[in-house]
């Protein structure tokens, strides 16, 4: 019995010695561990040439000349260093944060450089939402190791810009992820929520290295830590029981506040920013294109993107909800006085159509498009098929510009598109005025199916067939002229649209368009506005009187020339 419980004594003595040589205490686990199968974070394998076509760097910076040679310090002068910066969250040193250091200025320098840089920028946004929130400054240095400060960022698994969110912990945030928008990328909005939700982590935990370690792996990944680990209340204390990138993610992120701090004593210098980059923010309530606004305020499209990188398509769509624009500061005036030319600019080519009637041609012309060959530009706002076998019989006219006629109205005037005139007359920026003589080339088929016939004097010239295939004249042109279009008058009222009054009255929205003198586009109407409304004899039989009565002038002219003589 004695010896039994002399056996039970020693063995115990053992255990307990065992287990207290296999834990040791934490703070030895925070500066002796060491792991080889850490994985570094994607911010690593950033491409420095992919990283330098950043319109900021390309075009705020100039680069300086770097010593690429590695130039690394030991371990412990590291351990030393972190020692004496002013922080908040614990930097303990090991072998692990070691070796992510020795990665910075050692292969990744020209990485650092640029990054430096791009901090002179973003980091400003950086500070102003962390001040705001009354969190460690050292937070600014998380996107380091997230997305090597690139906004526009894209992880294997789909997170996204500077702060690297996934789609579910973004919009349970409250950002706006669609196929135009992606807040995700917006610099301010991401950074907010980026310092959010690592508030909320650390009111969670209670401690930094948790939070920052939850926010790598998600909150159910700690807590399970947390459980393997026996209530563990430290990283250092699970990290073990963490996914191997979670382990390296601390580390790396104590490395990234060491080497932003300390980068001129290893040779790195930042990329030198030449000119400062200040800006302002301006709400939008349209539907505006990048194009729109660089073409009026002449600055780069480029530059408009790096700005607003959370314009997938650079697409504003401020009718949906406005939208914050960031622009140059002394763009931001210019902007706002010439935002109507900003809307106007181009207008056609950017609109969309706010209603399609299912079976109706564009151009209301009812002809079939059998044995037609499409040969019209595919930017045409009307597109008209041209018959092959008149391909060749071209029309050229010289058209003088009436007052208050833009492009778009002269295309719609031959039945031709926009674009095709621009060519023709090498026109920049699409824009005409009274008294420019501009070339038209079109077909004798075009002039015919036009949706009104030029009125004014025109320089025609086209080749010897062409006057014969024209040549028919009807004779009954001038009693079919007398005929006056037949109107009645309709207020419009609230639900109202062009196509329900169009179809209540067996009439089209393009002959309503024409009765009230409206640009084909136009479909905006406001209550108590009269309107025109053409019977159903005269909206079908309108174009037709304008083709005849414009054939009939010339012989009116000769007419009169002999009762002068007379």
């Given amino acids: 019995m004695y010896s039994l419980q002399r056996i039970f004594i020693t063995l115990s003595s053992a255990a307990m010695a065992l287990s207290a040589f296999a834990l040791p205490n934490i703070l030895d686990i925070k500066h002796s561990i060491s792991d080889d199968n850490i994985i570094p974070p994607q911010s690593f394998e950033t491409q420095t040439r992919e990283l330098q076509e950043n319109f900021f760097l ?66 400003r946004i950086f ?69 959010k939700y ?35 209340k430290d990283f250092w204390e699970i990290y073990n029981y963490l996914p191997a990138e979670t382990r390296g993610y601390v580390p790396s992120f104590i ?8 980068h001129d004593r290893y040779g790195i210098r930042p990329t030198v920013v030449k000119r400062q980059l200040v800006t302002d923010t301006i709400e939008v309530s349209d539907r505006i294109h990048f194009d729109q606004i660089a073409a009026v305020l002449q600055i780069p499209v480029d530059e408009i993107r790096m700005l607003n990188p959370q314009f997938k398509k650079d697409i504003i769509p401020g009718d949906f909800h406005p939208y914050n624009l960031v622009l140059p500061s002394q763009q931001c005036l210019s902007f706002l006085v010439s935002q109507d030319a900003i809307l106007a600019y181009n207008a056609d080519q950017y609109a969309r159509r706010t209603y399609v009637e299912p079976g ?35 029309v050229i006219i010289h058209h003088t510009v009436t007052r208050g006629q833009s492009l778009r109205d002269i295309a719609k005037l031959y039945s031709v598109s926009s674009t095709d005139i621009k060519r023709w007359n090498n026109l920049r920026r699409g824009k005409v005025k ?98 025109k409304i053409p019977s159903k004899q005269s909206s079908t039989s309108a174009p037709k009187k304008k083709k005849k009565s414009t054939k009939a002038a010339p012989k009116k002219k000769k007419s009169s020339k002999k009762k002068r003589r007379r």
Wanted: glycine letters at 6%; a positive charge; one cysteine or more.
């Fill in 434 to 531: 009274e008294g420019d003589t501009i070339i038209i080339k079109t077909y004798p088929i075009l002039l015919a199916n036009a949706s009104t016939t030029p009125t004014q004097p025109s320089t025609v010239t086209t080749p010897a067939p062409a006057p014969k295939k024209q040549a028919p004249s009807t004779q009954p042109a001038p009693k079919k002229k007398k005929e006056k279009p037949k109107y009645t008058t309709y207020t419009v009222k609230s639900g109202d649209t062009l196509e329900r009054i169009a179809r209540r009255n067996g009439t089209t929205v393009a002959a309503i368009q024409r009765a009230n003198n409206m640009s084909k586009g136009t479909t905006r109407l406001s209550i108590g506005q009269k309107l």
């Fill in 255 to 262: 490395a990234a506040n060491y080497v932003m701090n300390y």
């Fill in 58 to 123: 390309k075009h705020y910076t100039e680069r300086v000349a770097t010593d690429t040679t590695p130039k690394v310090g030991n371990y412990k002068e590291y351990e030393e260093l972190l020692s004496k910066l002013p922080t908040v969250i614990e930097m303990p040193f090991n072998p692990v944060v070691g070796k992510y250091i020795d990665m910075y200025l050692g292969r990744r320098r020209e990485l650092v450089s640029n990054m430096l840089a791009l901090h002179q920028y973003y980091g």
């Fill in 127 to 195: 500070i102003e939402e962390i001040d705001r929130a009354g969190v460690p400054h050292e937070l600014q240095y998380l996107p380091v190791i997230e997305s090597a400060i690139n906004p526009v960022a894209v992880s294997r698994a789909g997170a996204v810009g500077l702060w690297q969110f996934m789609p579910a912990t973004a919009t349970g945030l409250g950002m706006e992820i669609n196929s135009l928008i992606d807040q995700r990328r917006d610099p301010r909005v991401s950074t907010a929520n980026a310092i």
């Fill in 360 to 394: 109706r041609r564009t151009d209301d012309n009812p002809s079939s498009n059998a044995d037609l060959t499409q040969n019209q530009s595919q930017n045409a706002s009307t597109n008209v098929d041209i018959p092959s076998q008149v391909a060749d019989s071209v």
């Fill in 198 to 232: 690592l508030k909320q982590l650390y009111n969670i935990y209670n401690d930094w290295s948790l939070a920052i370690a939850a926010y790598n792996c998600g909150p159910g990944n700690v807590n399970k830590a947390l459980r393997r680990a026996g209530g563990g």
